[in-house]
């Protein structure tokens, strides 16, 4: 939800310059329809504080008044929605996972608290000491986002409104499995007790509030270095420095969480050296190591910064690349070979070369399994040593060519957020499989009659409309789709602020399938979307 949150911030911000810079008289309309789509937005992306304001300003006005604002009286009335909208703290969790190869080199730490002060004020003390600190005040947040930033310390109050930080303290366990992520309470509750459930729950250490800065930087700093000294130990291969198949488990979950939730590909590619047993046999196992040693230093220097290197096994590596596709993944990797196979080695006065094979898999969301994905990038690697070795082979993958069913999905809202996510949101939505979906935003009723986009009487239309929109609403499109001739292609979502059983008894006289009240759960729309398309097929 950050972006929208951002994107709700830059629009109000454009609005309020608008109005207070441009204008000296604003009319009573756009004041009420701009709390209007506050009051249903800042809700549905969970920043419930300001919907509330925003529904609390609406009733102290009528929609129906005729008056006018001058600048300093809206500037005034306006005060209490402002100071929640620019001051009210926010995570800024995905600009982080987005530039977190800038960071590669820094220790990254996730502080959950819902006290925003104090958020700040440890936040701005740990960078001083060189830390990357994610400050969230949303816990739920914090731990679905936990797998894209594989932090290296998280820190946890245990009193939040809204969740018991011993709770999450136990999500952040399960998700931690084999790797060791090093945890501290925070608390004022310093009691025995409680101090005996953290530990018994699996933290690492306890630190009474109000907090010593100073001692808590070194105990911080104490933790950072008992997690590179067990990570060396649990997770780093002794001879070629890179992780073993401890690491991979988790890793490769942490791709998968990406890929479902970004819809956005990566590819595994197992890598082999090319007759590393003759190396062995004529060279002896210490030239052998310095082989594999200079193979694995080769890929490292040939990879991006998060692309990941595992030791699987022997001379074998696995390589996992996010965010790339099978003929990127090759381009990766044939330049590695080139460069690896130009390398001379040296024993028993001769001079020699080596090379590796190497299958890619580029995985898909509907094959997540790990033995199956790597069996496949196995099956590839097989191909190349068949056809020479020292090549690079990419798994054929039988994509079915299934000629899919067009569904038309209309967005209609006056609000530039909304529209946005209701078209990741569908974009995205498992409920769309099996179809080919094409996506059109409007601004307002009367650009969409004006558009004509809808006058395909071949094809098939899910059109979400809002209620309350300038020129035309949602019940005079509703009204006009229906005394089409073909209205029985159109599949009509409404979105209404408009909680009176008259104005929900009109949409669905009027032929509305199904209504949704602001602000709504993305969950439940999403749900609701999918009876509708099922439907349709």
């Known amino acids: 939800m ?15 310059e608008s109005w207070l810079n441009e204008k000296e008289i604003i009319q009573h309309k756009e004041v009420y329809r701009f709390l209007h789509s506050i009051a249903g937005t800042a809700s549905t992306i969970g920043f419930t504080v300001a919907g509330d304001m925003a529904r609390k300003l609406m009733d102290q006005i009528n929609l129906d008044e005729e008056r006018e604002w001058k600048k300093e009286e809206l500037q005034s009335f306006l005060l209490p929605l402002i100071s929640i909208i620019y001051y009210e ?12 190869s800038e960071f590669e080199n820094k220790k990254l730490i996730l502080l959950i608290d819902d006290d925003t002060a104090l958020l700040m004020y440890i936040k701005e003390h740990l960078e001083k000491h060189g830390w990357i600190v994610i400050a969230v005040a949303d816990p739920d947040r914090a731990i679905n986002s936990y797998y894209d930033l594989n932090p290296d310390c998280v820190i946890i109050d245990i009193h939040m409104k809204d969740k018991n930080g011993l709770d999450v303290l136990v999500q952040l366990k399960e998700k931690m499995k084999q790797q060791f992520i090093p945890t501290i309470m925070i608390s004022i509750d310093h009691s025995k007790e409680t101090r005996m459930k953290s530990y018994r729950l699996g933290t690492d250490d306890f630190i009474q509030k109000p907090i010593d800065i100073e001692e808590f930087i070194v105990r911080i700093n104490r933790q950072l270095e008992r997690k590179q000294a067990i990570d060396n130990v649990m997770l780093i291969d002794e001879l070629t420095r890179v992780y073993n198949r401890k690491f991979l488990p988790q890793t490769y979950e942490r791709f998968v969480s990406s890929l479902k939730r ?8 197992l890598l082999d050296l090319d007759h590393f047993k003759q190396v062995n046999d004529t060279y002896g196992h210490i030239v052998g190591d310095e082989v594999l040693a200079t193979f694995a230093d080769t890929i490292r220097k040939g990879l991006r910064v998060n692309d990941i290197i595992i030791r699987y096994g022997g001379e074998e590596f696995i390589i996992l690349l996010p965010e790339t596709k099978a003929n990127e993944a090759k381009l ?54 068949q056809a020479g070795r020292n090549q690079i082979k990419v798994a054929a993958i039988d994509y079915k060519e299934i000629k899919k069913k067009t569904i038309h999905v209309g967005i209609v809202d006056d609000d530039p957020i909304i529209r946005t996510m209701l078209e990741d949101l569908i974009s995205k939505s498992k409920f769309t499989d099996g179809f080919t979906v094409d996506i059109k935003t409007f601004k307002d009723g009367m650009e969409f009659i004006e558009a004509d986009w809808h006058l395909n009487n071949n094809e098939q239309y899910l059109i979400i409309l809002d209620g309350m929109m300038p020129r035309m609403d949602g019940l005079e499109v509703l009204q006009k789709l229906r005394g089409l001739s073909y209205q029985e292609r159109f599949t009509v979502m409404m979105l209404t602020s408009r909680k009176s059983e008259h104005d929900i008894t009109r949409a669905l006289q009027l032929g509305a399938d199904d209504y949704i009240t602001k602000p709504f759960k993305l969950l439940e729309l999403e749900t609701r979307l999918g009876h509708l398309i099922k439907r349709m097929k």
């Open 2 to 16: 950050n972006k929208y949150f951002q994107l709700l911030v830059k629009n109000v911000r454009k609005q309020l």
């Open 89 to 100: 703290e926010y995570s800024k969790i995905d600009e982080i996972i987005e530039r977190k």
């Open 262 to 269: 970004r819809r956005v590909s990566f590819c595994i590619a």
């Open 332 to 385: 990766v990797l044939e330049r590695i070979l080139r460069e690896f196979s130009n390398i001379p080695f040296e024993a028993n006065e001769e001079e020699f070369y080596c090379s590796f094979s190497s299958g890619i898999h580029e995985v898909q969301s509907n094959e997540t399994d790990i033995t199956r994905n790597i069996e496949i990038a196995d099956d590839a690697l097989y191909d190349a040593k």
